[in-house]
């Protein structure tokens, strides 16, 4: 039997593409997760998996990023699927585990695959490191500009005739149109 899976990364991704070719494909049952392919669980390749179950069965994916991001995941599949005699197949790459150059090819895919993604990482930990060592240092922008925090802190202490304060910090808040939390946060700083 030929198992097909799919997924999309997010909801703004269509499915229906990846499930047109894998009913091209001649598969009797598709599968279609929309979730990131970091996660090791997905609900929809977990039933694709109880139903690719016997020897000679086939799971099948319209590339190989859609099964998995992390060569750890893709070995840990591959070994439940070798040890039930399910083979793998890769429209795209053309991958077919069930010949030994299919399971060759598989892994050398999954590996570059896994070492571009770490090359990425790299280069965007690079990145914002050059950026810190400028004195960017990402994130939002502060809610409120020193200017403003001096202004907010002077409300803060200002006392009326009695010696309470004039301001509360949801009154504050308010006036800079920021949360509370925010104030707070500013006035505890030094």
Do not use: W
């Not at 699927?81 to 429209?91: M, T």
């Amino acid at each position: 039997m030929r198992i097909g899976y799919g997924r999309v990364s997010t909801r703004d991704q269509h499915p229906e593409a990846q499930h047109d070719v894998l009913t091209a494909a001649g598969c009797d049952q598709i599968f279609l997760d929309t979730a990131s392919g970091t996660l090791a669980r997905r609900p929809e390749l977990d039933k694709a998996l109880l139903s690719a179950n016997r020897t000679g069965d086939q799971l099948v994916v319209t590339k190989l990023d859609r099964l998995s991001r992390s060569l750890e995941n893709l070995i840990d599949l591959s070994n439940i699927l070798q040890e039930r005699g399910v083979d793998l197949v890769v429209l795209d790459q053309g991958i077919d585990t069930s010949s030994i150059t299919g399971r060759l090819f598989f892994q050398i895919l999954g590996s570059i695959a896994e070492f571009e993604r770490a090359l990425m990482s790299e280069r965007t930990r690079d990145g914002l490191a050059a950026a810190r060592a400028r004195g960017r240092t990402g994130g939002q922008k502060p809610k409120l500009g020193p200017r403003q925090v001096k202004l907010a802190r002077e409300m803060y202490e200002e006392t009326d005739a009695d010696g309470k304060r004039a301001h509360t910090v949801q009154h504050i808040a308010e006036e800079f149109g920021v949360t509370r939390p925010t104030i707070y946060r500013h006035l505890a700083k030094p």
